[in-house]
DNA sequence: GTCAATGTGTGAAAATTTTAACATTAAACG
DNA sequence: CGTTTAATGTTAAAATTTTCACACATTGAC
């Protein structure tokens, strides 16, 4: 019984991967723990104890090989792998996310791109075509698709997730803005951008405040 | 002294925020943390503590009032202001953001939207006409902006991102896919979409391996 | 080939976060 | 108006996460 590793190891490890990426480009082949723990800001000690979560990657006196851990990482992440997705939205940001080339290099290949708008019929984005949403089903029957992108209004995210979960699609990453209610077998991945800003004008007031109290602090 | 109040609770408060909304748009008047709990599937504990960093919303015997918390928690949030945005970077993800309506409804204005593509030169969106950058500075001397969200790609992110600063904003919504490096003044608040995509094909792929591990059990 | 320096992996301590428990207060109700 | 019930605010315990500290394996200089 494997215990399994908690979702703030897993958010860290992709700017890993992006940091070791950089190291890559620019040729760096071995990098400490403690040389990356400055760059990234985080300490030496978290970095160590992430990476053995999965497994000891460095060797003790040398540090790690850039490479080789970045590609374990990869792996760690599925990124060894190829995703067909469907983007289902078709408005500016499910074209966003189509135009994203960036995508394509880790293996995320958008496939399809869905809409319910009319309007939108014979418009292609890079080469894909949108399709009405009514060919869904026959095309994810022809088409191995993986995960689907939810990037639709909120009021029909819902039933176009359950109607994809049905087609056996059975990961998500939805940008509507709701939490998505579907099988224990469906894994999601929420972008929620409003919460983002709600944040971000939290910390806005949150360091307005602090500057006054300074301020009176000072008088 | 106040101690501040970590990020994970941040995090979930504007999760609270759209609850509550929904709730006051159905009607509700008055919620207990328990039921609340049970729709959101956390701890009535968690949300009581999460509440509790702010004062005391609620009544003893009666729960919370609904449009009142709704409101406390949009104050928290720093909603009850007005915030002027700039997006720098007109391609799809920048016009996505100056399309998205709701952020209105909660104060976001988007107020100038801006590009280096002389292509773009004469597109508007919702009214906002797309700007050269070099028209930023002059832009953001005769306008009080507050926020600026870069969807710019990363090789620019990092310069804009000063400049931006330098111009007084102290507030980036950072969508390029870099850490960027500001005055301590300067509140970030990153959408990195691809770390989202990691985590997701992470979360696959370990579905796949305990789907796996159970069949292999019940051989 | 030896030996100091480096730097990992890891067990334990410290800090933080989450959950549980409960005392207290207000509402509901007869 | 008094009693019962509901549900908060809060203190304490449990769990998790992060940091510390160090034994020990490798490297690299001489």
Do not use: C
Not at 104 to 113: A, D, H, N, S, Y
Not at 151 to 170: F, H, R, Y
Request: charged share 25%; aromatic share 8%; glycine share 8%.
């Amino acid at each position: 019984m494997e215990k399994d590793i908690s979702q703030a190891v897993i958010r860290r490890m992709p700017r890993y991967y992006r940091y070791l990426g950089e190291l890559l480009d620019a040729g760096v082949e071995r990098i400490s723990s403690n040389e990356l723990s400055a760059q990234m800001k985080v300490t030496a000690s978290q970095i160590r104890q992430d990476l053995n979560n999965f497994g000891g990657f460095g060797q003790q006196g040398y540090g790690y090989n850039v490479r080789f851990l970045y590609e374990e990482i990869g792996k760690i992440l599925g990124l060894d792998k190829q995703y067909n997705i469907i983007v289902i939205g078709a408005g500016n940001l499910g074209q966003a996310l189509a135009n994203y080339v960036k995508f394509e290099k880790r293996g995320f290949i958008i496939t399809g791109l869905f809409d319910v708008n009319p309007a939108l019929r014979g418009l292609s984005v890079r080469g894909i075509p949108v399709r009405m949403l009514e060919e869904l089903p026959e095309f994810v029957k022809n088409n191995k698709i993986d995960i689907a992108a939810l990037t639709m209004p909120k009021e029909s995210a819902s039933q176009v997730a359950n109607q994809v979960v049905e087609l056996g699609i059975n990961a998500i990453w939805n940008f509507a803005h709701l939490d998505l209610e579907l099988p224990e077998h469906v894994v999601v991945e929420n972008v929620h951008l409003s919460d983002s800003l709600m944040q971000l004008s939290y910390n806005i007031v949150k360091k307005e405040r602090e500057k006054k109290r300074i301020a009176e602090y000072n008088i």
